[in-house]
């Protein structure tokens, strides 16, 4: 893919990862659903989390399909990503249930991205 288009996706894919209404729905869910069951999220709350995930989402499905440099992306919010995941672990799997295991499917992928690029560069 030429290097100009996939500058232009990497742009657009950080402005819409920086976006104000998905960096809230980052802090809601690392600092208020962290410590909290998801059968007592209330629906807001929920729409955070599915705002988070759908940004992380999105970023895989680019990163997938090649159209980004991938390593930008994962060392950048790498730790966003896996804590945000994991948070919302338990909210993927229902969402999977409901709408199908297709549903946000290219998340576990960018996990496991995620922890190779740290394996191959820790701290």
């Known amino acids: 893919m030429d290097a100009a288009i996939k500058a232009q996706n990497l742009a657009w894919l950080v402005q819409y990862l920086q976006d104000k209404d998905v960096r809230h729905a980052r802090f809601i869910v690392t600092n208020k659903l962290a410590a909290k ?19 992380y989402g999105v970023a895989a499905v680019y990163m997938k399909l090649k159209r980004i440099d991938k390593e930008v992306i994962i060392d950048n919010w790498g730790p966003s990503i ?17 709408l199908g295991p297709r549903y946000w499917s290219a998340i576990p992928w960018l996990i496991e991205e995620v922890n190779k690029r740290e394996a191959a560069n820790p701290d």
């Open 37 to 55: 069951a998801l059968a007592y999220w209330t629906s807001e709350e929920r729409e955070a989390a599915a705002t988070a995930c759908a940004a």
């Open 82 to 98: 896996k804590k945000i995941c994991s948070i919302c672990d338990g909210y993927i799997e229902a969402q999977q249930t409901i």
